[in-house]
């Protein structure tokens, strides 16, 4: 037996876990003015259409800010000037975490980046006379590549790890499916609902991704029949109150995206797989594995929601009919493969992807990682 399957088998205690305290840090800066119009901040974002996922990101950079301020005895937004933020800006450069490391650029980009936005809005407001970040220069992100990617194998071995014979096995054993074949956002698989999944058509909705933007996207066969058989024998099992969620907890409430990323470094950690990262990598996977097997960068540039890359803007809309032929001809994890590449003629042209558009995207996608999408 090895070493993962013997680890899978410890058991966690039945009950659920108490949620986290609340509101201890919040009434520690309760008395800092600066939080008011921070909230007034976010209800404006919110009624003019933002979603909660940004305005839950945005919060974690300007609470860094005002606590940061805090510690200055600052709690009056007209108080802060240009310099100010600039000095704001070189303590997020050598601020070093508990392990040592900096924090990345793009980790600066987004404690930065929502400063800008609010500062703006102070100043449209009128709470402040000018706005002191307009010139505010933000950190240049860098095309990197993603630092680690999987290979289709690594993948299989980790989908393999969760077993099908309990209802909790075959619910991840869906979820892992799903992720690997849809190229889905952490954030994006929890959201999932019953009705957002059409195995007939194997296609999945995503309403509301990043950017409150709708697309429809293929899922394989096989992650289809995998889907099929989690609702018809596992879900039952699983369901507690009522709810329209897709996929659920042991608990039966609907999955969330810690759950989710914890799941995935778990059987990350069975299959004896010890890359950083966990529900991103799947995201990683599916586009390079795709782009391996000749798929055109704009098919998986409309499968995986991006809107817009840096250097290009290619395209327009992409029918889910072609999607799916893309989808089924260049997905590894397909349930038949191609015997006879010339038997689709078609194929030799996907094959002439530009290595430079392959590059951007996956640098996108890793920028999308550290920005935590």
Not at 130 to 140: H, Q, Y
Not at 164 to 178: F, N
Request: aromatic share 6%.
């Amino acid at each position: 037996m090895r070493k993962g399957q013997r680890l899978k088998h410890r058991k966690i205690p039945a009950h659920k876990p108490p949620g986290p305290p609340h509101g201890e840090r919040a009434d520690a800066l309760a008395r800092n003015r600066l939080v008011r119009y921070m909230e007034e901040h976010f209800e404006w974002m919110r009624v003019t259409g933002y979603s909660l996922d940004t305005v839950r990101a945005r919060r974690i950079a300007i609470r860094r800010f005002i606590v940061w301020c805090d510690d200055l005895g600052i709690d009056d937004p007209r108080e802060i000037t240009r310099p100010m933020l600039e000095r704001y800006q070189r303590h997020l450069f050598y601020y070093r975490k508990l392990d040592g490391m900096p924090l990345t650029l793009g980790s600066q980009l987004g404690c930065l980046a929502p400063l800008k936005t609010w500062f703006k809005w102070l100043a449209r407001e009128h709470h402040i006379l000018a706005n002191p970040a307009s010139e505010m220069e933000l950190p240049r992100q860098p095309k990197r590549l993603p630092r680690t990617i999987l290979s289709a194998a690594e993948v299989e071995a980790i989908i393999a790890e969760a077993d099908p014979s309990s209802a909790q096995g075959l619910r991840d054993r869906a979820m892992l499916e799903t992720l690997y074949s849809t190229g889905l956002r952490r954030m994006e698989l929890p959201g999932l609902a019953l009705y957002d999944v059409d195995l007939n058509r194997r296609v999945v909705w995503v309403r509301e991704g990043k950017g409150k933007r709708d697309r429809v996207i293929p899922i394989g066969e096989r992650a289809a029949a995998w889907v099929n058989r989690y609702l018809s024998e596992a879900r039952p099992q699983l369901i507690g109150a009522d709810t329209e969620a897709l996929f659920v907890t042991d608990f039966g409430e609907p999955v969330s995206p810690e759950y989710l990323a914890a799941k995935v470094k778990r059987y990350m950690e069975f299959a004896e797989i010890m890359k950083p990262g966990s529900a991103h990598l799947f995201r990683h996977a599916c586009a390079t594995h795709m782009l391996e097997g000749g798929a055109d960068i704009r098919f998986i540039q409309a499968m995986l929601g991006h809107a817009d890359l840096s250097t290009t803007e290619i395209y327009t809309h992409v029918s889910i009919d072609k999607l799916q032929e893309i989808h089924a001809a260049t997905h590894p994890a397909r349930a038949e493969r191609v015997q006879d590449a010339r038997s689709n003629p078609g194929r030799a042209d996907l094959r002439q992807g530009a290595q430079d558009a392959a590059s951007t995207l996956l640098a996108a996608l890793e920028a999308e990682r550290e920005e935590g999408g």
